[in-house]
């Protein structure tokens, strides 16, 4: 069974950094994407960053620039270093993936707080 966890989260200053990490486990028969997800308090999920089976790569109008997604060299993992981060990137983050069946796998969430 695969699972998400995520981790690196917690309280910053604007203008800080932050460095999350997704960690798989289960067996993973290839992606078609896999990425990160936020939920600020009273509102809908939305998709940060995400990368996409062959390379390419998808970010909130809201975060090019600041944000950056990665993936390991083992392709378990996808980093999600944040750079200037601003209140309204307050928010749970979600570790995200959709498997080549298209099934979709989400992690716990990790509490991302930035204050101004």
């Known amino acids: 069974q695969v699972q998400l966890v995520e981790s690196g989260g917690g309280l910053v200053q604007a203008g800080g950094s932050l460095r999350l990490s997704c960690t798989t486990s289960?067996?993973?028969?290839?992606?078609?994407?896999m990425g990160w997800y936020r939920q600020a308090p009273g509102k809908q999920r939305e998709l940060v960053a995400e990368i996409i089976s062959g390379g390419g790569t998808n970010y909130a109008d809201s975060v090019k620039g600041r944000f950056t997604i990665s993936r390991d060299n083992a392709g378990n993992t996808v980093p999600l270093q944040m750079t200037s981060l601003k209140p309204e990137d307050t928010a749970v983050y979600y570790c995200?993936?959709?498997?080549?069946?298209?099934?979709?796998?989400w992690g716990q969430g990790t509490q991302v707080t930035v204050s101004s």
């Open positions: 995200h993936l959709i498997d080549r069946r298209y099934t979709n796998y």
């Open positions: 289960g067996t993973i028969l290839g992606f078609k994407t």
